[in-house]
């Protein structure tokens, strides 16, 4: 920090308790000088030769005095409104006294201010104390990078002065310049506590960062910190990245809790509502100038403190939903994450994306809600099944190369919610395409009771079909033996009548077609995967035989005509014979 020591003579201000200040000297005082509840005992002739203000008034206070006939041995003057108070105060007396006092970025903007109220002109004095800091701060304070920012943050609490003598301005100006500066001229001290690359244990040399000042600036009160940021931007130097990683800095410093998953305890409501309405309004308008998670943690705060800005915030985060992550939604309600989704649709309408960039950008949106609906369902308080159905239909039809994802979420509501009836299980399962699911997802499938006995068997069918194809393709077999595809559409009602044991049958001929599978990789070269398909087939057949015979037993009972059987048996077999 830079720092100027003005005067020769030792300090010999003392106190005496906290409201009084004198000057040990053989001479008596004879001016008492009142800011605040602070009293200075002082001499006028040191005051009288440097301040115009205090000429004036100690004159004022002598004609008085001798107007109304009063001899006092010390005449007193009431200052009420001196910049600073009495510590800039007794800056400038021990000045006119000739004492030791040291100028430095804490205290300098006081001192300004109140030479300038005191009339520490040149025209007073050569060399007074309003010249001799204004050489200090244009030669040296103004030059340096944290001296700039400090001496900003002390001018809040001086303004208006601070802003009539422009030193608001003048640090701006050079906070700006300097942030705007090319990196590679940057020579200064500055703050980064970013991770830095290793080599070997050694630190590497690194270039100075196009980020190198964010960090500073974070000291800054939120009125000052627009104003600094507004300035900068002005110059047009600086990226607009740059400029939301910088308010993101900020965010976290100044926020509480905005980068953790808790909830935080906070007792000034306004202060921090107006700190993230300022902090929303300097998001740049370029898309990409703050990343999606600074965004949604944004809204986060945004929401829960009660903010202005939530509307427009909300729409940022919904265009850009697609690079959010499952942890920064997390604290979204249902209705705002399906609010979210549908302003993701309608940016998705708006905007020209090509096709391989919208299905990807859908992709991510529905491995997100499957995410999240997942974790909502561990509270059934507060997924009941409507919400629940709504957020998962509007990303139904979104592209997934695997469908685990929507059976998790599945499998955890219908565990969180053992109350809901066999045509709600049925509505909500028909989100899950069983093809999709990997062969982890369909062997938790097949085990699990909570899932209608219609999906388990589809499951099973599908994972069948999957198991033949894949012996198939290594027997050089095109055309593995699986049922018929027109009886894989039976009814819902037909698959509830397949009893447990069919199913359990099922369960086992799926082992063993993996065993011999993996038998097969070691031995011979086919004959095994090729019984296992035969011996779930077998299992399947009997299912739907037993069907046939039911049909069979209800013609033969007079709902149909033998024709009609023979007609349909001939389908059937045509059907068989094809595939």
């Known amino acids: 920090m830079k720092f100027m020591k003005l005067g020769s003579k030792p300090d010999s201000f003392q106190s005496e308790g906290d409201n009084a200040r004198y000057v040990s000297s053989d001479l008596a005082t004879d001016v008492i000088v009142v800011i605040g509840d602070v009293k200075f005992y002082l001499h006028k002739f040191p005051l009288l030769s440097k301040s115009a203000r205090l000429q004036k008034l100690i004159a004022a206070t ?11 041995q010390e005449d007193e003057i009431e200052i009420a409104e001196i910049p600073g108070g009495p510590a800039s105060f007794e800056i400038c007396a021990k000045f006119c006294y000739g004492m030791t006092v040291t100028l430095n970025a804490y205290n300098v903007v006081a001192a300004r201010c109140a030479a300038e109220f005191l009339e520490m002109y040149e025209t007073v004095e050569k060399g007074n104390l309003v010249y001799k800091i204004e050489v200090f701060l244009n030669s040296s304070i103004l030059q340096t990078w944290k001296d700039s920012i400090i001496v900003l943050q002390t001018t809040r609490a001086l303004s208006p002065y601070a802003e009539e003598l422009k030193l608001t301005g003048r640090c701006l100006d050079s906070i700006a310049s300097r942030a705007s500066i090319d990196t590679s001229k940057v020579e200064w001290s500055y703050t980064y506590n970013k991770k830095k ?5 050694l630190r590497k040399p690194q270039a100075v960062p196009v980020d190198w000042w964010v960090e500073d600036l974070c000291d800054l009160h939120i009125d000052l910190y627009k104003r600094a940021i507004a300035t900068i931007e002005a110059r047009g130097k600086v990226s607009a990245d740059v400029i939301g990683e910088a308010l993101h800095a900020y965010a976290v410093r100044r926020i509480p809790g905005f980068s953790k998953t808790g909830s935080v305890q906070i007792t000034d409501f306004a202060k921090y509502r107006a700190l993230v309405d300022s902090i929303v309004e300097l998001i740049p308008d370029e898309r990409r100038s703050v990343s999606s998670s600074f965004l949604t943690k944004l ?12 509307t427009e915030l909300k729409n940022r985060v919904g265009e850009r939903l697609d690079e959010a992550s499952l942890g920064d939604v997390m604290l979204y309600d249902v209705d705002l994450m399906q609010s979210l989704v549908e302003v993701f649709l309608k940016s998705r309408d708006a905007r020209n994306h090509s096709e391989q960039d ?4 859908k992709a991510s949106v529905a491995k997100l809600v499957d995410g999240y609906l997942a974790e909502k369902s561990r509270d059934s308080s507060n997924l009941p099944l409507h919400k629940f159905l709504a957020l998962a239909e509007m990303v139904s039809n979104f592209p997934r190369q695997s469908h685990d994802g929507v059976y998790r979420a599945i499998d955890m509501f219908l565990k969180e919610h053992p109350e809901i009836n066999k045509s709600e299980k049925k509505r909500i399962c028909r989100l899950m395409d069983c093809r999709k699911l990997s ?28 198991a033949n194809n894949n012996g198939s393709s290594s027997t050089g077999n095109s055309t593995p033996e699986i049922i018929p595809a027109s009886r894989s559409t039976n009814t819902e009602e037909d698959t509830e009548c397949w009893d447990t044991e069919d199913i359990k049958a099922l369960r086992g001929e799926l082992a063993n077609l993996r065993l011999a599978k993996n038998q097969q990789q070691e031995n011979s070269k086919g004959k095994l995967m090729k019984g296992g398909g035969l011996g779930v087939s077998r299992v399947f057949s009997k299912l739907w035989s037993g069907k046939e015979r039911s049909a069979e ?8 005509s033998p024709g009609s059987v023979n007609d349909d ?5 045509s059907t068989s014979k094809k595939h």
Do not use: W, Y
């Not at 919208?358 to 950008?361: G, H, Q």
């Not at 997802?441 to 999957?466: D, G, K």
């Not at 048996?569 to 077999?573: Q, R």
């Open 553 to 560: 037993m209800m013609s033969s009972s007079g709902t149909s």
């Open 439 to 466: 062969v982890e997802a369909c062997a938790h499938a097949v085990q699990n009771e909570r899932l209608p006995m219609r999906v388990v068997v589809q499951v099973l069918f599908f994972e069948q079909v999957r």
């Open 197 to 201: 690359n290793l080599d070997n244990g």
């Open 358 to 361: 919208d299905l990807t950008a």
């Open 569 to 573: 048996s001939k389908s059937s077999s």
């Open 299 to 310: 809204l986060r705060a945004s929401i829960f403190l009660g903010c202005d800005e939530e």
């Open 62 to 72: 002598s004609s008085t005095n001798d107007d109304n006939q009063i001899h006092h």
